[in-house]
């Protein structure tokens, strides 16, 4: 069983940069084709002060920092996850270049299938460099603790 004691605790902040190769990979991965998300020009030419980010990007974001220490802590094992749930609410938009600030915690954890699942879920904010909200994050892990 994972340790509840977690719930409602803080995990470690952290900046993250949307850099502009990242996002060339993001939108040829996922299929985007329209120009604002491509080209800088385009996107200056549709009111964007820069390329914005595709509206998942944020999570590949939130992904790509090594702070999965927390995990450990409440007794993850990565060999018995999966990613159960991603949903996202915008505020504003993010743009190529920005440095946005992750603010994550433990919103709940709590068990299914008589405790032989255990759900983790993670409530993350994001701000840019300004304090202006971008977004809420809320991302479900499940564990197996067969």
Known sequence: MLDKSFIGKALPSFYATAEAGQLALFVKATGETRPEYIDESAARDAGHPSVPLPPTFLFSLELSHPSAGWRKDI?????????????FSYHRPA??????LFESRIADIYDKKGGALSFVVRETRVTNPRGEYIADLRSVLVHRND
């Open 75 to 87: 007794g993850i094992e990565p060999s018995r996850i999966l990613h159960g749930e991603q949903r």
């Open 95 to 100: 743009y190529a270049g920005e440095k946005l």
